[in-house]
């Protein structure tokens, strides 16, 4: 079992940056990539980004490509969402996971309770 809290949501203008923390229980953090996802009101979750169970590998959506640098530290348990040049429509709760590599909701059996991000125009 591994249960995950994230941490650094906030309000914060246009065009600034935050930095999305998930801190995992569990010895079992590093056999599993992570993901983080975002819910917007009315909306589907969404995939953001991913890395692999070693941090060698990353994946993106478009929609964040450029923006947003997923990162892990296996050491301290903790997966790390960096967000820079946030606009309006990143605006969400995001959502931590672990499981396997991917971009499909199916794929994580691990979820975080989500931390809400706010980004004012």
């Known amino acids: 079992q591994v249960q995950l809290v994230e941490s650094g949501g906030g309000l914060v203008q246009a065009g600034g940056s935050l930095r999305l923390s998930c801190a995992a229980s569990?010895?079992?953090?590093?056999?599993?990539?992570m993901g983080w996802f975002r819910q917007a009101p009315g909306k589907e979750r969404e995939f953001v980004a991913a890395?692999?169970?070693?941090?060698?590998?990353?994946k993106y959506a478009d929609s964040v490509k450029g923006r947003f640098t997923i990162s892990r530290d296996n050491a301290k348990n903790t997966v790390y969402l960096q967000m820079n040049s946030l606009k309006p429509e990143d605006t969400a709760i995001y959502y931590c996971?672990?499981?396997?590599?991917?971009?499909?909701?199916?794929?994580?059996?691990?979820w975080g309770q989500g931390t809400q991000v706010t980004v004012a125009s």
């Open positions: 996971a672990g499981g396997s590599y991917g971009s499909i909701r199916g794929e994580y059996d691990y």
């Open positions: 569990g010895r079992t953090f590093s056999r599993y990539a």
């Open positions: 890395i692999s169970y070693g941090g060698g590998t990353t």
